[in-house]
């Protein structure tokens, strides 16, 4: 597996600079250009993934790993609005859509919406814990066949 410090290369070469200079320079931003969140398995998760597949990201954070997504055919990115206003601004490939609700507000209201095939789409919920008094998990483990969740307690 790459290490942390050759995916953080990799990734921060894809971001373009004004990107990076948005989402590191707001208020309350607890990330930066060396410490992005937890890319390693978000790398191998792509390049896993056929590219031709749609992929949610519950929980994505500032969403820098979007980036690695960027040839996939959509990535949904779902973030709600911290409730100190963190993570206000999120990174944005051009194939992201940006949803800001938790995973219970998307798979209950956004989801049922939308015209997917569900055999090709990979949902991830890495590193998420139970906030708004959701499994997220749990969630998306019945919502989606293929998908990977991991938490760190």
């Not at 100190?84 to 798979?107: D, K, P, S, V």
């Amino acid at each position: 597996m790459e290490s942390y410090n050759d995916c953080l290369i990799k990734l921060m070469k894809k971001i373009p600079k004004e990107e990076k200079y948005r989402v590191f320079n707001q208020a309350m931003c607890d990330i930066d250009c060396e410490f992005v969140g937890f890319i390693q398995t978000y790398y191998v998760l792509s390049k896993l993934i056929p590219k031709d597949w749609t992929i949610f990201d519950f929980g994505c954070s500032y969403n820098a790993q979007c980036y690695f997504f960027d040839k996939h055919k959509e990535y949904h990115a779902i973030e709600p609005i911290g409730d100190n206003g963190q993570c206000t601004e999120l990174f944005h490939a051009e194939n992201t859509i940006i949803h800001r609700c938790t995973t219970g507000e998307f798979l209950k209201f956004r989801f049922p919406k939308m015209d997917i095939d569900i055999n090709k789409c990979f949902a991830i919920v890495n590193n998420v814990p139970n906030w708004y008094g959701e499994d997220s998990m749990k969630l998306v483990r019945d919502s989606f066949k293929n998908c990977y969740t991991f938490y760190i307690a």
